[in-house]
């Protein structure tokens, strides 16, 4: 009629410990599992029917199918992810150019050095230069559009 209750010192440190280790085992299992999965996916030199095969066998026999694909394509998983995570970086590093505005065009620097060489032509004159170069470093008209309305001025 009485149950036994169980209290927290009645389970021994050694099974905690025992069972923190098989508990950590098993996510590292699962976490295994979905990169095998993930990498059968992402590889683009195997063919559709290579992809179905480890797919079944990792299914049916999940340890055999992990372990056999670790040992025959393991060596490539790493390098398909570092090229995958490249990718995704020049992706995304060309999505932040792209919205700041910087792709085609030139720095303050080339700008002023465009000026100069204007100048030098003889195509602007010195007050004109010192005019389009206060805009250039106050950043508000490019070099090409100063340069050029000036330019045309009947020299």
Known sequence: ????TYLAYD??????FWS????F???M???LLFRVVVDIFRDDDMSGWAKT????LTVLLPFLGVFVYVIARGKNMGRREIAQARAQQEAFDAR??????SEGRSSSVDELAKLSEIRDRGAITDDEFRKAKE????GHAPAGSSGSTTHTSGR
Not at 1 to 4: E, G, I, P, W
């Open 1 to 4: 009629m009485s149950a036994q």
């Open 11 to 16: 389970y021994p440190l050694l099974s905690v």
């Open 20 to 23: 923190m280790l098989l508990f």
């Open 25 to 27: 085992l098993w996510i």
């Open 29 to 31: 299992w699962f976490v």
């Open 53 to 56: 095969g480890w797919l079944v």
């Open 96 to 101: 932040v150019r792209q919205a700041a505005g």
């Open 135 to 138: 805009l250039v470093l106050s």
